[in-house]
């Protein structure tokens, strides 16, 4: 078996990874970063956009002032002190000068505007990646240039470890086994939303209504081997629930433009009970949205009567959809705050039915057969609805006037499904500040670190809202793993 040897292992060449990795570096360690797949990278590169920051420089000369107390301050009321006060301030903290050392290196950002539509009113946050990836080789170029090793197609199979010190882990390299020599490994490959298994374990909800656009990589292979280490686990189950997207549930690349725009608006929305349950505008809030939808067993249906769909078929309609600003931000454009009209949307409705996504009956009483809803329940929620139209006030869930447009009254009646959403898991092992694994007597478990989505603390259930968060956790919390390595070698 091969033996190779180094200092530090870091496993995961996502956004944490190479913050660790580059960061101990840095610091006159020697690094091995290990990535199972054969591109690094990982969501952080080919899902991330850009990551939050509280005080940088970028926002000083924007005259933005919104502090890392004022984040901090927000973070902890967000997650109501169930999280780890002590980690979130070194996250925070850290946040402005990543934006530097990110531009040093070679990875330049830009602060935009907020990228959902109401976030507006909030102070800019979000550090959007100036030609990502070319900026991330270039993070990868001067990590070899220190010295640092990066093997693809690599997977730690398990550590030896013996009264507190690492001697060898063994990895699997281009399908042969090798042990690597070394004294601290970092873990940060991802969380486990690859896992089926470990997702069925901790998902609150039937899997079949979860939509994954996590990495499929991440399969809690570093979670797993500290579990067995009595690494606290207590923090695990947590998704990132994010919006909600109509599937099909045939074709897991199947994608329709007009459906994927009204699945954006707030038309009525029902449960699976035939009920209204939310104000259908917190589609402009993709955590909240996100976190609506799990909570109600992971779909819901949007649902449109024939008028609204003639409607839409010829006219502008001056709603925003709510990825609107996301896109135009990327591309630097204006913003429109409009839709359609969309001329083919019976066309689309129909590929949305033969894709098992919607269904479509003459009357509510077939739509109450069709889905399984209770008759009287649905004829009574769309009756509420009706009255809410038509007064123009939403006494219910107080929808903004300017969504009390359509009315549901007139067959045929499209029930369209949207899934729940989730960008990866965000609940890992229990760690400290400088992200070093901790046992389930909170104790330090000597020499191991878990950065990113590896890492359980800076959450409690959910996702939050402020902008960029959790690309700013994975690439804070492996600089300060990746540095604190370094400097206790």
Same mark, same amino acid.
């Given at each position: ?36 797949? $054969? ?13 939050? %920051? ?5 926002? +000083? ?7 890392? +107390? ?7 009321? &967000? ?20 934006? @530097? ?10 602060? #935009? ?20 990836? /070319? ?21 730690? /199979? =398990?550590?030896?470890? #013996? ?36 997702? @069925? ?10 939509? =994954? ?32 997207? #109509? ?8 994608? *329709? ?6 699945? /954006? ?17 917190? !589609? &402009? ?5 996100? $976190? ?46 409009? #839709? ?6 019976? +066309? ?49 869930? $107080? ?15 499209? %029930? ?14 229990? !760690? ?14 000597? *020499? ?10 800076? &959450? ?11 690309? %700013? ?7 300060? %793993? ?8």
């Amino acid at each position: 078996m091969k033996q190779l040897k180094t200092d530090i292992v870091v496993v995961g060449a996502g956004a944490s990874g190479i913050g660790a990795a580059l960061s101990a570096a840095e610091n006159n360690a020697r690094v091995i970063l290990l990535e199972k797949g $054969n591109k690094f990278g990982g969501a952080g590169m080919f899902g991330a956009q850009g990551l939050f %920051a509280a005080g940088s420089r970028l926002q +000083k000369a924007s005259h933005i002032n919104y502090s890392p +107390k004022d984040a901090y301050v927000e973070m902890v009321n &967000y997650t109501h002190y169930r999280s780890n006060t002590r980690l979130t301030k070194a996250i925070i903290d850290k946040s402005a000068d990543t934006i @530097d050392w990110l531009a040093k290196n070679g990875l330049q950002t830009e602060l #935009v505007n907020n990228t959902q539509e109401v976030h507006q009113n909030h102070p800019r946050v979000y550090h959007q990646y100036i030609d990502k990836f /070319n900026g991330f080789q270039r993070l990868m170029n001067h990590f070899a240039s220190l010295g640092g090793q990066l093997l693809t197609d690599a997977s730690i /199979n =398990s550590i030896d470890y #013996v009264d507190g010190n690492i001697m060898h882990v063994t990895i699997t390299h281009n399908d042969a086994k090798q042990q690597i020599d070394c004294s601290k490994v970092i873990f940060a490959d991802g969380g486990f939303v690859g896992n089926h298994k470990m997702v @069925d374990s901790y998902l609150t909800i039937d899997r079949d209504y979860l939509y =994954s656009m996590g990495e499929r990589k991440a399969t809690g292979d570093g979670i797993q081997i500290l579990a067995q280490l009595n690494a606290d686990t207590s923090g695990l189950g947590v998704f990132e629930n994010h919006a909600a997207s #109509v599937v099909s549930k045939t074709d897991p690349k199947w994608h *329709n433009d007009t459906i994927f725009t009204l699945t /954006n608006l707030p038309f009525l929305w029902l449960n699976r009970r035939g009920q209204r349950f939310v104000n259908e505008d917190i !589609v &402009y809030d993709f955590a909240l949205w996100g $976190n609506i939808t799990y909570t109600n067993g992971g779909y819901y249906y949007f649902i449109l009567d024939q008028p609204t769909i003639d409607y839409l078929k010829t006219h502008r309609l001056d709603w925003t959809d709510s990825f609107e600003r996301t896109f135009k931000t990327l591309s630097h454009q204006d913003m429109t705050h409009t #839709v359609g009209p969309f001329p083919t949307i019976e +066309k689309d409705l129909q590929d949305a039915i033969n894709e098992g996504a919607a269904v479509k009956e003459q009357t509510l009483a077939q739509i109450a057969n069709t889905l399984n809803f209770d008759y009287n329940t649905i004829q009574q929620t769309v009756l509420e609805y009706n009255q809410i139209i038509n007064s123009g006030f939403d006494s219910d869930f $107080n929808k903004s006037e300017e969504f009390l447009q359509f009315p549901v009254s007139q067959g045929p009646f499209y %029930a369209v499904q949207a899934q729940s959403t989730t960008l990866g898991t965000i609940g890992g092992i229990a !760690v400290d500040e400088a992200l070093h694994v901790l046992d389930k007597n909170g104790q330090i478990i000597p *020499n191991l670190y878990a950065t990113g989505n590896n890492a359980s603390g800076m &959450y409690d259930t959910s996702y939050p809202t402020l902008e960029g968060i959790s690309c %700013a956790f994975a690439w804070n919390s492996g600089r300060i %793993a990746g540095e604190d390595a370094a400097k206790s070698l």
